[in-house]
């Protein structure tokens, strides 16, 4: 089981914040280090010191880490034209000598669009969808050659395709709800179908969801992984759990029935219980960046039992 560290930056953390947790991350033994893609703070709390743009925190990341893979989960759509994200994610990919993951959705946060004068759709998908075709076909292009694309939202004329990633293919997670589109995108362009913060009785369905759209476009559902993100609260006793709730904002009876949460030995059944249902992949959602003690703990006493 991949256990990687995912940040909510735009809560309030600077770029030194993100690096300690990212050397944490990879000293002590963990897959991955992923941060969300969002430029406003939601909730209520002070929304000092502001946002950090994603991919430029990742590039950063790159040149300070050597083991860890690096990513989004995910950069929406909305942010970034296609053609200056395939770029951005190849030079990065470049930077880090080939550890970065490209998670991409269609946005949903209308509030951050307004606060600086993002364009935001009503309708989306679209721009997904000929975004994970435009990024794939530039990267795949053979080098020498041009790549052209005309679709409803973006045309590319007689690009260069370049710079190449590291990578060929550079991994691309899809996640979501929907029951026929996402599904569908994920078993076509993505390496990784992820669940973000799922109830845990709804996972089953949304695997044999997925698996089932693998199988209608030709493709061997076990080549996609399948992943779970879920907020991690875990403590030696009861009263550390309650005092790291409290720390984030949640009540510890909600971390307990939905996230990563409780004894150590809770850490690891829920895993074990995704784990029985195809999940091989999960998200441990760390909300106060400053508790490296919460990374040392899991490490110890969650990684150890899960082998």
């Not at 710079?163 to 990784?192: C, F, H, N």
């Not at 003690?293 to 110890?300: N, Q």
Request: a negative charge.
């Amino acid at each position: 089981m991949d256990l990687r560290i995912f940040t909510e930056p735009q809560q309030g953390a600077s770029y030194d914040d993100q690096l300690a947790v990212a050397k944490a991350t990879e000293e002590l033994g963990f897959d991955a280090f992923f941060r969300s893609d969002h430029y406003l703070r939601m909730g209520d709390g002070d929304a000092q010191p502001g946002p950090t743009d994603s991919w430029t925190t990742l590039a950063g990341l790159a040149r300070e880490t050597s083991r860890i893979r690096l990513g989004t989960l995910v950069s929406s759509a909305t942010f970034r034209h296609p053609g200056v994200l395939a770029i951005q994610v190849a030079q990065v990919d470049q930077m880090s000598g080939g550890r970065v993951e490209l998670g991409l959705g269609a946005g949903w946060f209308a509030q951050e669009h307004a606060a600086y004068g993002i364009p935001f759709p009503e309708k989306r998908f679209g721009l997904l969808t000929e975004q994970l075709e435009l990024i794939t076909g530039l990267w795949s292009t053979p080098a020498g050659e041009h790549y052209d694309f005309a679709g409803e939202h973006y045309t590319l004329k007689h690009s260069p395709a370049l710079p190449k990633p590291v990578q060929s293919p550079v991994p691309i997670i899809v996640g979501g709800s929907g029951p026929k589109r996402t599904p569908a995108l994920a078993a076509k362009y993505a390496a990784e179908f992820n669940m973000s913060f799922p109830a845990p009785a709804d996972v089953e369905g949304r695997v044999k969801t997925v698996r089932a759209a693998c199988e209608e476009a030709g493709r061997d559902p076990s080549t996609l992984v399948f992943s779970v993100a879920q907020v991690l609260c875990a403590g030696r006793d009861d009263a550390e759990v309650a005092r790291r709730a409290a720390a984030i904002g949640r009540d510890v009876s909600e971390v307990r029935a939905v996230g990563f949460a409780g004894t150590p030995t809770a850490v690891v059944d829920r895993i074990g219980s995704y784990r029985e249902l195809g999940v091989t992949r999960v998200y441990l959602q760390v909300l106060d960046l400053h508790d490296l003690d919460h990374l040392e703990l899991v490490a110890s006493e969650v990684a150890s039992q899960l082998g």
